[in-house]
């Protein structure tokens, strides 16, 4: 029957070369899609690192000489990082409260992000280049506010409190500076002819920023005392120090007014306030606007060039078994069975997608060689082509099969007398 079809195939390649064309590039532009939306799915659904639901940011503001209340400096007897460090424990004290932490441009989906550069302690070589890393400026309690775990899914504040150091790097860092082996206890320091050093003390899973977006090497610099932090915020505007935190099980957004009604004046230290409270769920939305926009652009366009396709490759073979029904029908009269007939239509057909198979690869190799697929978000392995690959090749199939089983089953059950009269 192979053969048969195959010399079926030969005879008329004058109508199927211009299927066998259409066919060919539909596969190609079928594959380029599908390894796209792929790579778009696979990266929105990786683990981010870390969980915001129920974290909330308390934004910070200061008194102006003539609001009321105000203290005068020479009547006050804190600093404003003081102050600051006695406002979170103020918060942290409510029962409602989970945990409370205080940092510096760690905030997720926020445009506040600092970058500084490291290099590896014990080397004397003052020509070593130094690799820029984003540094996240956090209390121990920031891991329990965004469930942070270790590399080997720890409870992240609990090795950071066991181990001594001041830096918790995360693994694509680890694996950056130490290629493959354990940064625990290992020393960084600022730059190649800086003469202190910073110890290592964790080492966390990978963090993403956003959800359309890949790991990046990082590192948190930890204030483990409140005197880090009172001189953390005495070196910059307390406003632009970061107070978050995270609610207990069951609190509900629709709770928080009460909540903050209910701490009154404990909200307020001195002349530093909290002027509002922001679920982290905002920033987020605000963040990823832009991008879902164009991701769902991106759904809509492909959902539409699906329809086509479909539409276009059933159209094509209905059409085409349609015009062969005179052949079918003689098949019948002489007395192929109705069962061997339809066999013949969708080999027929199924061998027309095969034969572009060899041509959609060297496709794929040229796509690859010239670095055109994503594989910075996604690495391009067997499991990525076999997906691609084979769902380019299904969803054809399914759709020739389509197309072809309903004329197929009408001509298989035509009379031998009205086949004759076709032919």
Request: with cysteine; glycine share 6%; hydrophobic share 40%.
């Amino acid at each position: 029957m192979i053969i048969h079809t195959l010399k079926i195939i030969w005879n008329q390649r004058r109508s199927n070369g211009w299927i066998f064309a259409e066919l060919l590039v539909v596969a190609a532009i079928l594959w380029s899609v599908m390894d796209s939306l792929l790579v778009d799915v696979c990266t929105y659904y990786s683990p981010l690192g870390r969980d915001i639901s129920n974290v909330y940011r308390v934004n910070l503001g200061k008194m102006n000489p003539s609001t009321s209340g105000y203290v005068p400096d020479s009547l006050k007897e804190t600093s404003d990082g003081e102050d600051l460090v006695r406002l979170v424990d103020n918060l942290r004290q409510a029962p409602q409260v989970d945990e409370a932490c205080i940092s510096y441009a760690a905030c997720p989906y926020t445009w506040s992000t600092a970058w500084m550069s490291v290099t590896q302690a014990g080397t004397t070589d003052t020509t070593e280049v130094t690799d820029q890393f984003q540094c996240f400026r956090v209390t121990p309690s920031y891991f329990d506010v965004f469930r942070i775990k270790s590399e080997d899914g720890k409870t992240l504040r609990a090795v950071v409190e066991q181990n001594g150091g001041e830096l918790v790097i995360s693994k694509d860092m680890e694996t950056k500076l130490y290629n493959g082996q354990s940064g625990m206890g290992r020393k960084l320091k600022w730059s190649a002819t800086s003469t202190g050093t910073m110890t290592i003390a964790a080492v966390c899973n990978p963090i993403r920023r956003t959800e359309y977006e890949r790991s990046e090497p990082c590192f948190y610099l930890l204030m483990r005392t409140d005197q880090d932090v009172v001189e953390e915020a005495n070196n910059i505007p307390v406003q632009n120090m970061e107070c978050l935190i995270r609610m207990k099980d069951g609190f509900r957004a629709e709770d928080m007014e009460n909540f903050l009604q209910g701490m009154d004046d404990r909200l307020t230290v001195n002349n530093l306030y909290a002027s509002s409270v922001t679920p982290l769920g905002n920033f987020r939305d605000t963040m990823l606007k832009d991008r879902r926009d164009a991701m769902m652009k991106k759904i809509i366009l492909i959902c539409f060039m699906l329809l086509n396709v479909f539409f276009g490759i059933i159209g094509t073979f209905w059409l085409r078994t349609q015009y062969r029904r005179g052949e079918m029908g003689l098949r019948v009269a002489v007395g192929s069975s109705r069962s061997r007939l339809e066999g013949f239509l969708y080999a027929e057909g199924i061998s027309l997608l095969a034969f572009t198979a060899p041509l959609v690869l060297i496709f794929i190799i040229n796509m690859l060689y010239f670095d055109m697929p994503d594989t910075v978000r996604l690495p391009y392995t067997w499991w990525r082509f076999t997906v691609t690959f084979g769902g380019t090749f299904l969803l054809l199939g399914l759709m020739i099969v389509v197309g072809i089983w309903f004329p197929a089953r009408r001509i298989a059950k035509i009379e031998p007398a009205e086949a004759l009269h076709y032919e």
